[in-house]
């Protein structure tokens, strides 16, 4: 597949029902939010444009030609859009940087798990086998899996490339129809995701992209009839929403929302280990993800020394410009989210806080006109203050003491998300049994932050309902239809004597 220049960024179209046309909705503006300078323009979905995308995408699931295709037929599709992204991941990565303020590091890692999980629904897809039940009668039973039809993904912000391929892949896998709503923040990797798989030649109508507001181009994906199922990751107040909505028209849909996830360090832990899982797990990405480890629980006879040790590590850490291959922090998405990040750090203080590192934007000059905040670690705040309690989607770590497990189970469970958990101990027993206990759809045991699109991820509580990636998540869109075939050859017999022969 031909490589694009890395230099050049999307136009400005949107790709509606398989052919790129000027928005007519209301005015996006992609900034680099690195220094404030404007990406692109451009004119986002209206409802009108949404409504298009949804009937070209009615026309196309339906074809014979993309709705019988085998099961290795289809997975060919998406082997082809895996090495369009393959061969595009500088682009996609310096794309994906100038949208979110990315390391060049990370939106590479991005390009290249997004490649990643096409080519494992397409294996999936392959391996992927309907069953034979077991027989109670004189009739062969079956048990087959149907496309839903037309599926909106709406993606969060943060992870743009990885987040549009969890759900498009396998949703097309499935047979199905996508209409993606990317973030109006963060609008231009979606739609360069939309030229590969044009170029990769999938029927036209199967896929648009539709970035616009959540209240005009959001509603429409979730609210209109044809749409069958949708998949949607950002904040818990959206989801609620969503649920309700989609609880009307009795129609599944996925939520990943947000968490306040505990890391808990124990005592006899390698605090080597455990301060760097921590810093990764917190920092990276600049805070700016929703299974950040933002609160932090360490054994009270550990305590002063690890957060001294810890609070000397996060100084340490270099922030500075996405393109900077030393840097570790890079900038927030926008000014506005960093303002929301300092306001957040400033009200806790206010409310008794102690500030240990952080805590302000960075004062170099040449971060002056970017959305940088500074590693922010704060202690002494009770697991009832409000920063222990609401995300902050930001750099922003709180460190609180505990005396033994049954407290730290009870602090950790005592939160209205449950996303995810760190635990880090040599003892594994005790990992094991803390880990059960916790209330959360993953927990990392002397790690953090790992990912496997093989593995099944998703939230409990108000993190979010059903889970993505994993085998599971190709059936996630899909029906599932029995079907009994007679083997007698004869009348049933309850009405048996009531039919005149032939």
Same mark, same amino acid.
């Given at each position: 597949?031909?490589?694009?220049?890395?230099?050049?960024?999307?136009?400005?179209?949107?790709?509606?029902?398989?052919?790129?046309?000027?928005?007519?909705?209301?005015?996006?503006?992609?900034?680099?939010?690195?220094?404030?300078?404007?990406?692109?323009?451009?004119?986002?979905?209206?409802?009108?444009?949404?409504?298009?995308?949804?009937?070209?995408?009615?026309?196309?699931?339906?074809?014979?030609?993309?709705?019988?295709?085998?099961?290795?037929?289809?997975?060919?599709?998406?082997?082809?859009?895996?090495?369009?992204?393959?061969?595009?991941?500088?682009?996609?990565?310096?794309?994906?940087?100038?949208?979110?303020?990315?390391?060049?590091?990370?939106?590479?890692?991005?390009?290249?798990?997004?490649?990643?999980?096409?080519?494992?629904?397409?294996?999936?897809?392959?391996?992927?086998?309907?069953?034979?039940?077991?027989?109670?009668?004189?009739?062969?039973?079956?048990?087959?899996?149907?496309?839903?039809?037309?599926?909106?993904?709406?993606?969060?912000?943060?992870?743009?490339?990885?987040?549009?391929?969890?759900?498009?892949?396998?949703?097309?896998?499935?047979?199905?129809?996508?209409?993606?709503?990317?973030?109006?923040?963060?609008?231009?990797?979606?739609?360069?995701?939309?030229?590969?798989?044009?170029?990769?030649?999938?029927?036209?109508?199967?896929?648009?992209?539709?970035?616009?507001?959540?209240?005009?181009?959001?509603?429409?994906?979730?609210?209109?009839?044809?749409?069958?199922?949708?998949?949607?990751?950002?904040?818990?107040?959206?989801?609620?929403?969503?649920?309700?909505?989609?609880?009307?028209?009795?129609?599944?849909?996925? #939520?990943?929302? =947000?968490?306040?996830?505990?890391?808990?360090?124990? $005592? %006899? +832990?390698?605090?080597?280990?455990? /301060?760097?899982?921590?810093?990764?797990?917190?920092?990276?990405?600049?805070?700016?993800?929703?299974?950040?480890?933002?609160?932090?629980?360490?054994?009270?006879?550990?305590?002063?020394?690890?957060?001294?040790?810890?609070?000397?590590?996060?100084?340490?850490?270099?922030?500075?410009?996405?393109?900077?291959?030393?840097?570790?922090?890079?900038?927030?998405?926008?000014?506005?989210?960093?303002?929301?990040?300092?306001?957040?750090?400033?009200?806790?203080?206010?409310?008794?806080?102690?500030?240990?590192?952080?805590?302000?934007?960075?004062?170099?000059?040449? #971060?002056?006109? =970017?959305?940088?905040?500074?590693?922010?670690?704060? $202690? %002494? +705040?009770?697991?009832?203050?409000? /920063?222990?309690?609401?995300?902050?989607?930001?750099?922003?770590?709180?460190?609180?003491?505990?005396?033994?497990?049954?407290?730290?189970?009870?602090?950790?469970?005592?939160?209205?998300?449950?996303?995810?958990?760190?635990?880090?101990?040599?003892?594994?027993?005790?990992?094991?049994?803390?880990?059960?206990?916790?209330?959360?759809?993953?927990?990392?045991?002397?790690?953090?932050?790992?990912?496997?699109?093989?593995?099944?991820?998703?939230?409990?509580?108000?993190?979010?309902?059903?889970?993505?990636?994993?085998?599971?998540?190709?059936?996630?869109?899909?029906?599932?239809?029995?079907?009994?075939?007679?083997?007698?050859?004869?009348?049933?017999?309850?009405?048996?004597?009531?039919?005149?022969?032939?």
């Amino acid at each position: 597949m031909r490589n694009v220049a890395s230099t050049s960024l999307p136009d400005g179209r949107l790709f509606i029902g398989g052919e790129w046309t000027l928005g007519t909705g209301a005015e996006i503006t992609s900034i680099f939010p690195a220094d404030g300078s404007v990406n692109l323009r451009f004119r986002g979905a209206s409802r009108e444009d949404g409504l298009l995308a949804i009937e070209r995408a009615k026309v196309a699931q339906a074809e014979p030609s993309w709705l019988d295709l085998k099961p290795h037929e289809r997975a060919r599709y998406l082997h082809r859009i895996a090495d369009g992204i393959e061969a595009n991941v500088e682009r996609i990565a310096r794309i994906q940087t100038r949208d979110t303020g990315k390391t060049l590091q990370e939106t590479r890692a991005l390009a290249a798990s997004a490649a990643g999980t096409f080519r494992y629904f397409a294996a999936v897809l392959e391996t992927s086998d309907e069953a034979l039940t077991t027989p109670r009668g004189n009739a062969l039973t079956l048990s087959v899996w149907e496309p839903l039809g037309l599926v909106s993904a709406i993606t969060p912000w943060n992870s743009p490339i990885a987040s549009d391929a969890q759900k498009v892949a396998p949703a097309l896998a499935a047979g199905n129809a996508v209409l993606l709503k990317p973030a109006s923040w963060s609008p231009l990797v979606s739609l360069e995701l939309a030229r590969i798989i044009e170029v990769s030649g999938l029927p036209p109508g199967l896929f648009s992209v539709l970035p616009g507001a959540g209240r005009e181009i959001g509603n429409l994906l979730v609210e209109h009839p044809s749409i069958r199922r949708v998949s949607f990751t950002g904040g818990t107040s959206t989801g609620r929403t969503i649920a309700r909505q989609a609880a009307e028209k009795l129609m599944p849909v996925s #939520l990943e929302l =947000g968490g306040k996830s505990p890391t808990i360090v124990f $005592a %006899d +832990a390698d605090q080597d280990m455990a /301060i760097a899982g921590i810093l990764y797990g917190i920092f990276s990405s600049t805070g700016q993800s929703c299974i950040a480890g933002a609160r932090l629980f360490v054994e009270r006879p550990i305590y002063n020394t690890f957060l001294a040790r810890l609070t000397a590590a996060t100084k340490r850490l270099r922030v500075g410009h996405p393109h900077d291959a030393a840097t570790q922090v890079s900038c927030l998405i926008h000014p506005d989210h960093r303002d929301a990040v300092e306001a957040q750090v400033n009200q806790a203080i206010k409310d008794g806080a102690r500030l240990l590192a952080g805590g302000s934007r960075p004062d170099d000059p040449t #971060l002056a006109e =970017g959305a940088y905040y500074l590693p922010t670690i704060l $202690a %002494d +705040a009770p697991n009832s203050a409000r /920063i222990c309690r609401e995300e902050v989607f930001g750099p922003v770590l709180v460190v609180l003491p505990f005396e033994d497990e049954a407290e730290v189970i009870s602090q950790s469970n005592d939160n209205d998300y449950g996303l995810a958990c760190g635990i880090w101990t040599r003892d594994f027993p005790r990992a094991w049994r803390v880990g059960k206990e916790i209330t959360t759809g993953t927990v990392w045991i002397n790690t953090y932050k790992q990912f496997s699109i093989s593995t099944p991820f998703g939230g409990e509580k108000d993190s979010g309902m059903s889970r993505e990636k994993g085998r599971d998540g190709l059936r996630a869109y899909q029906r599932q239809k029995a079907v009994y075939v007679d083997l007698t050859n004869r009348p049933i017999t309850w009405a048996a004597d009531t039919v005149e022969r032939t």
